[in-house]
């Protein structure tokens, strides 16, 4: 993981298949889980086990993902797709057998009630018990809260979304940090289009963690650094996009993961390491001095920079936004790389030319979001 702040261990545990799957029914060949059958005392058990089995390390600190990627807690999200929708279709056949004389409408409403308050309380117990134990460590769901803005050039998530995500208050209350997920793929068409898809992501993560989060609890982006559907590298838009959009928008830190798929082969390994050693492993460094040294600047060294025009910011620029003066200072950046670059970046700064003329960025640049224990503009006053 890659950590814009202090607080966070150096070590990262990821968890798949975590807790029990004991009760389930079969459909079209594959194993469904019936929710709201699971056995609660068993599965918490099957957490203890599986939490001193991954950590054991009692002082653990570090960032803890549960990956249930299944199922869904909210009933209807379930018809995202047909691996998820199984869910539904398995809970309503169990409500319909104990009540053959149910209309449909009674059926789908009582199996989604039922699957709802079974998830919320697998969720929940998880989460409690794991805190309970390592209660050091930073314990989320991974891809919670989502944003669903798939569509080219959606930079905000819908009101049905920002609705549903609402219904998940008890989960963004428990959880010790939010793990909103950014992966890119090149299908989504443009710089600006995939800009916007990770903007969406990022500032719904940023809406419920002001609603309903602890105060201060982390943000972690979860990102790749190669796209999801040709496993081609990001370019720099593309980790601006990612990385630097998460700086800049206040985040903790970004876990970059990968797949084990990518590796398979030793010209493959050798091409990651290439890409590390000379794109991804500079570009970091760079960004990471930048936030340290707008920390120590503007936030006295005991918070965050965040950038309070976030939302109005663009890929083709390479923004010198961690600056030493709270002024606002674009710095155009043109690379000789890539020409199809070229239109999206006039593009970019004719809109930022406009903004600035306008005085629509005036006075709008830094704030900090202070570490536990500090507070005031700077952060330069202990609580």
């Known amino acids: 993981m890659h950590s814009y702040s202090r607080g966070f261990g150096s070590t990262v545990i990821v968890v798949r298949g975590f807790g029990s799957t004991v ?32 950590i054991p390390d009692v002082n653990f600190s570090g960032l803890a993902v549960i990956d249930w990627e299944r199922w869904r807690p909210i009933f209807e999200r379930n018809n995202y797709n ?18 053959p004389d149910w209309s449909v409408k009674q059926v789908h409403s009582h199996a ?25 460590g930073h314990w989320g769901f991974y891809g919670f809260p989502a944003c669903y803005n798939y569509h080219k050039g959606e930079s905000t998530c819908s009101n049905e979304t920002k609705s549903l995500n609402d219904r ?21 068409g443009t710089h600006n289009a995939r800009q916007a898809r990770a903007h969406g992501e990022l500032g719904e993560a940023l809406r419920v963690a002001n609603a309903y989060s602890v105060h201060n609890t982390p943000l972690v982006a979860y990102s790749r650094f190669r796209y999801g559907d040709t496993g081609r590298f ?3 838009a593309d980790l601006n996009n990612t990385l630097r959009q998460s700086a800049e928008a206040g985040f903790s830190g970004v876990a970059l993961w990968d797949s084990s798929e990518s590796f398979k082969t ?21 960004l990471s001095k930048d936030a340290l040294e707008c920390s120590r600047n503007i936030c006295s060294g005991h918070g965050r920079c965040v950038n309070t025009t976030f939302g109005i910011y663009y ?29 999206s970046i006039l593009e970019g700064f004719k809109t930022v030319l406009r903004l600035i003329l306008n005085d629509e960025l005036k006075g709008k640049t830094v704030s900090c979001v202070c570490f536990n224990g500090w507070k005031g503009e700077n952060c330069s006053r202990k609580e």
């Open 23 to 54: 009760i389930a029914v079969r459909e079209f060949g594959s194993t469904v889980i019936v929710v709201r059958l699971a056995d609660y005392s068993v599965h918490i058990q099957k957490v203890v086990d599986d939490v001193n089995n991954f």
């Open 82 to 99: 047909e691996e998820q929708r199984v869910y539904i279709r398995a809970s309503e056949a169990q409500v319909r057998k104990l009540h």
């Open 112 to 136: 989604e009630t039922e699957f709802q308050q079974a998830a919320r309380r697998l969720m929940e117990g998880t989460l409690v018990t794991c805190r309970q134990l390592r209660p050091r």
């Open 168 to 188: 998940l208050d008890w989960l963004f209350n428990i959880s010790s940090v939010l793990l909103p997920s950014i992966y890119l793929s090149e299908k989504i």
């Open 234 to 236: 990001y370019d720099l």
């Open 266 to 286: 030793r010209t493959e390994c050798e091409a990651t390491k290439a890409y590390l050693d000379n794109q991804l492993g500079p570009y970091i460094r760079e």
């Open 315 to 343: 890929t083709n620029l390479h923004s010198k936004f961690f600056s030493k003066s709270h002024g606002y200072r674009v710095y155009k950046y043109l690379k000789n790389t890539a020409l199809d670059l070229i239109t």
